[in-house]
């Protein structure tokens, strides 16, 4: 269940103490997990448009939804933060280096964006929220198992201290967006379909649209290929299977297996 109060208390900037980012210039992380990490870090900076997109529809009309946002952005900047160290530590470019860019790229894109979620919310009322709400659900426990699957792939210590902690505030990510997912689709068979539809028809794995296909290709495959990371993808289909309205997607089995050969 999800606690406006208990958020409030203790959100806060990514605790990083301890973490001696120097370490990976003597133990440097594998190019594949490094180049997942360049796809996360890119993400999580993106959180602020992906929340601009909700604020134009009702989401801003609602206290509790408002006031998770802001929290989850203020969140999920310090997780960029974070990521962008190591890659520092790999003389890379992070920050601001390689978020301007990205922006610059994808800008016609994103333009239409909110226009899109505000229309999106006029024609479909309140249960567009339930779209909202589920998507965020998925992309968050999608967003938690890619960073247990990264610690369990690389097994490198300072790397897994530092996901470990990130994904503690994750948890609390879903639990917001689960629980409003799960009220929306209990609230109205109208939403169960409109989100069943969306889903099947439009959903993608998290930074899809932002970032360039080979990467989202390759992160797919380094961190969910196998049997081992099929299991983890498949964990999460249960979990949307366990949502009012939503059995039987295998919402993440099927974008592995397309992104597989």
Not at 171 to 192: C, K, M, P, Q, V
């Amino acid at each position: 269940m999800f606690d406006l109060d208990d958020l409030k208390k203790n959100t806060a900037r990514l605790d990083v103490s301890g973490i001696d980012f120097s370490t990976f210039k003597d133990q440097p992380l594998s190019p594949g997990a490094l180049r997942c990490l360049r796809y996360m870090h890119d993400v999580e900076y993106h959180t602020v448009c992906y929340m601009r997109d909700l604020l134009v529809t009702k989401a801003h009309q609602d206290h509790e939804i408002a006031s998770f946002l802001a929290f989850w952005c203020f969140e999920e900047y310090w997780h960029g933060e974070a990521i962008g160290q190591i890659l520092e530590a790999h003389e890379e470019s992070a920050h601001g280096a390689r978020v301007q860019p990205l922006r610059a790229r994808i800008r016609r894109r994103e333009a239409l964006k909110p226009w899109l979620h505000s229309v999106g919310s006029i024609v479909a009322g309140r249960e567009w929220m339930a779209v909202h709400m589920t998507w965020g659900a998925v992309n968050e426990w999608t967003t938690q198992a890619g960073y247990a699957r990264l610690a369990a792939t690389e097994r490198h210590p300072v790397l897994t201290d530092l996901l470990k902690r990130i994904m503690r505030q994750e948890g609390r990510h879903i639990d917001f967006y689960a629980t409003h997912a799960r009220a929306g689709l209990e609230a109205s068979g109208r939403a169960r379909r409109l989100v069943r539809f969306a889903l099947a028809r439009a959903w993608s794995p998290v930074g899809a649209g932002v970032m360039p296909e080979a990467e989202l290709t390759h992160l797919t495959r380094f961190l969910f290929g196998g049997a081992v990371g099929l299991a983890a993808a498949q964990r999460i289909d249960r979990q949307v299977d366990r949502l009012p309205g939503l059995q039987g997607l295998e919402l993440l089995e099927r974008s592995i297996l397309a992104r597989a050969a």
